[in-house]
């Protein structure tokens, strides 16, 4: 399974962005969709995610400002980003968890990171 993030770049205070991130391979069934971020000097933290029950979450330092869907068919996240502050600065990741057609037990799968500056 591969992940490829697409959509980072620089934005301005607030300013939007959409993060885009595609799954391929042997994908079976996908139970889990997320967007973490690592920040400057920060630990990775979890931004918002989808399960496949439809159910989201959101960090609160993002809640109202980003917006987390999905393309089933495409095996396909997004993140949409509003109101960008300096503060969203970081290199986000997706993140996929999934059971394939050579593995059942499902796994979890890592995009390269995309890097998200917010200028002030």
């Known amino acids: 399974v591969q992940l490829q993030a697409f959509g980072g770049g620089l934005a301005q205070f607030g300013g939007s962005l959409r993060l885009s991130c595609a799954a391929s391979?042997?994908?079976?069934?996908?139970?889990?969709m997320g967007w973490y971020r690592q920040g400057p000097g920060k630990q990775r933290e979890l931004v918002a995610s989808?399960?496949?029950?439809?159910?989201?979450n959101y960090a609160d330092a993002v809640m109202g400002r980003f917006t987390i869907t999905r393309d089933n068919a495409k095996n396909t996240v997004y993140l949409q980003m509003n109101s960008l502050k300096p503060e969203d600065t970081a290199v986000y990741l997706c993140?996929?968890?999934?059971?394939?057609?050579?593995?059942?037990?499902?796994?979890?799968?890592w995009g390269q990171g995309t890097l998200v500056t917010v200028s002030s």
């Open positions: 989808l399960s496949s029950g439809g159910t989201r």
């Open positions: 993140n996929f968890r999934v059971s394939t057609g050579y593995q059942n037990t499902p796994a979890h799968y």
């Open positions: 391979g042997s994908i079976v069934s996908v139970y889990f």
